[in-house]
């Protein structure tokens, strides 16, 4: 089992629609989540991070964490062709540990 | 202020050749990573630096690799030799400490070809 998995898509939502983005991790010790977001061609960047259960919203963009069933997710409301990248979840096991294990990415492709 | 540097951005060689890839990280930071990204596999953590000290380089894949960084402006990964599957965009990170979401910020990338 891979330690943070993602459905590689391509997933392909309307313009104005909501977007899903699901990630879920194998190490329970798990304490820091981010999504990165990676234009081709580019490197990635960070647009959210979440630590504590439930949701967490900036814009746009809503993580949700469920530490319990080992699952985070990230929507995009709204969604605008600009989105249209390769997001990575990234999972942090320790606080303070600077290490991330990354995902292999889902490609987000936003149809006008 | 400029973010995080890599040269070259380029690289073709042949096999058995070594490579040299350089990073310069944002000034201040004092965490400094390299990654390699590839279809199959994804982005991989190959190593990091904690004010230039290794932490972990569990991820690095074999003897050929090597990486270093004299200093708080500078590290570099090489490869030596190198093989074609070491083709990947090899990307180094930095951050620091202190911040709220730890956020690594990457460089450019290398795009590496071995022929």
């Known amino acids: 089992q891979k330690e943070v998995e993602q459905n590689s898509g391509p997933l392909s939502v309307p313009e104005g629609a909501i977007a899903s983005l699901n990630c879920t991790y194998s190490d329970r010790g798990s304490q820091s989540f981010f999504w990165y977001r990676q234009y081709s061609g580019k490197s990635p960047e960070l647009i959210m991070s979440i630590y504590s259960n439930g949701d967490k919203e900036d814009g746009r963009f809503t993580a949700q964490l469920n530490k319990a069933s080992q699952y985070v997710s990230l929507l995009i409301r709204d969604s605008q062709p600009s989105d249209s990248a390769t997001y990575l979840c990234?999972?942090?096991?320790?606080?303070?540990?600077?290490?991330?294990?990354f995902g292999t990415g889902t490609r987000l492709t936003i149809i006008p | 202020d400029a973010g995080v540097i890599q040269s070259p951005r380029h690289e073709v060689t042949e096999m058995g050749q070594e490579v040299t890839l350089r990073c310069k990280p944002i000034s201040g930071h004092d965490y400094l990573f390299w990654y390699r990204q590839t279809m199959m596999r994804g982005l991989e953590l190959l190593i990091y630096?904690?004010?230039?000290?290794?932490?972990?380089d569990s991820g690095m894949p074999e003897d050929r690799f090597s990486a270093k960084m004299p200093n708080a402006s500078f590290s570099t990964l090489k490869i030596q030799p190198s093989e074609p599957r070491d083709s990947a965009v090899y990307f180094c990170?930095?951050?620091?400490?202190?911040?709220?979401?730890?956020?690594?910020?990457f460089g450019p990338g290398t795009r590496l070809t071995v022929l």
């Open positions: 990170a930095s951050s620091f400490t202190g911040t709220l979401n730890n956020e690594q910020f």
């Open positions: 630096f904690n004010n230039n000290v290794p932490i972990d």
């Open positions: 990234a999972v942090n096991r320790d606080s303070g540990n600077e290490k991330l294990t």
